[in-house]
T-cell receptor
């Protein structure tokens, strides 16, 4: 089946720094990728939809200036958490949508902001 | 608008027993429905999907789900639970032309020896 990778799998950073998370579709092209956030013991909440070659679409309540998304190619989307704070600590998961409307998920990135 | 309700945040079964995880959806358009499984500290793995073809869908690891439009349900079943099935299960809905998935709150499955 389709494979989506994320890098890094785990990152610890100091408050005020920025962190970049990469999401790659390894064996298919994805014009659309999605970024989710998951708090402990909770479901996934959609943060934004990343469209190749255009601006991302953010969900209500998600700060676009804080969570910068770039979808520069059909296999890569990046999420940059700018000026991270402890409340940004979470599990971030990306997914890539194939041409059959199925989303395949990456393994997630655990972000801890000290 | 679309939504998903998963009844039962925790389900516990004995090894070898039937697994039944409930999912009801709400959608104003014909839905596409999915079940995903998540193991600790990992992403989501697709178990199976319904996209308007056969109403009984077979997935990986012996799981299957039946789409029942009259009941707006898409319950996940497995005849015989195995210890390795212990995980979090998420039901999700989308529709043709939509791109985002709407997830249920998840059901944690425990399998007792």
């Amino acid at each position: 089946g389709a494979v989506v990778s994320q890098h890094p799998s785990r990152v610890i950073c100091k408050s005020g720094t920025s962190v970049k998370i990469e999401c790659r579709s390894l064996d298919f092209q994805a014009t659309t990728m999605f970024w989710y956030r998951q708090f402990p013991k909770q479901s996934l909440m959609l943060m934004a939809t990343s469209n190749e070659g255009s601006k991302a679409t953010y969900e209500q309540g998600v700060e676009k200036d804080k969570f910068l998304i770039n979808h520069a190619s059909l296999t890569l989307s990046t999420l940059t958490v700018t000026s991270a704070h402890p409340e940004d600590s979470s599990f971030y998961i990306c997914s890539a949508r194939d041409n059959l409307d199925t989303q395949y998920f990456g393994p997630g990135t655990r972000l801890t902001v000290l | 608008a679309q939504s998903v309700t998963q009844l039962g945040s925790h389900v516990s079964v004995s090894e070898g027993a039937l697994v039944l995880l409930r999912c009801n959806y709400s959608s104003s358009v014909p839905p596409y429905l999915f079940w995903y499984v998540q193991y600790p500290n990992q992403g989501l793995q697709l178990l199976l999907k319904y996209t308007s073809a056969a109403t009984l869908v077979k997935g990986i690891n012996g799981f299957e789900a039946e789409f029942k439009k009259s009941e707006t349900s898409f319950h996940l079943t497995k005849p015989s639970a195995h210890m390795r099935d212990a995980a979090e299960y998420f039901c999700a809905v989308t529709a043709l032309g939509r791109r985002a998935l709407t997830f249920g709150s998840g059901t944690r499955l425990q399998v007792q020896p």
